[in-house]
């Protein structure tokens, strides 16, 4: 089990998820592997914007101005290469995950018959990740992100 302190999302990273363990408080899902932070899902988000040049609040105001948006805004991580990524929740839940917009293949009906209260299934490249979120939730997260990296790449405002 691999734990870290701090963690720097790249274009590996595939989702954050909470953790109440005392030896982590996040869980990180990458494309070959697990990694296991002891910072929070949020503090992971913040230390990545400052890293990336500027802070969580910063990113927060230009998704909302870029995409017409208040709540749950997507987040820009990384201009080069571009990552972005967004919340399942509000980011003030401590069950929010946050999911990198730019590995999302599919989003679908989570199909087992079980007793969880799983809804929904991220399909990523070679792994499926379930979440307690509708699949209409996650699909239109998802939609904002996209319409962030374009408002981006065409350096414009798009409202949806």
Known sequence: M???????????????SPATAIEHHAVVLEKTQTIYVKQTPLEIIQYNCIIGGSTFEGRCLAAQQLI????KVPILISEQPRLCVFPTQSPKNFECRWIVANH?????AYE???????????????????????????????LK????HEALRQKTIIPI
């Open 2 to 16: 691999l734990i870290v302190k701090q963690y720097i999302i790249d274009k590996n990273t595939l989702a954050i």
């Open 145 to 148: 992100a996209f319409v962030l």
């Open 104 to 108: 999302v293949c599919a989003v679908t």
């Open 112 to 142: 087992e018959t079980d007793s969880s209260n799983l809804q929904t299934t991220i399909h990523f490249q070679s792994i499926k990740f379930h979440l307690m979120e509708s699949p209409y939730q996650i699909k239109q997260q998802n």
């Open 68 to 71: 017409k948006r208040k709540q």
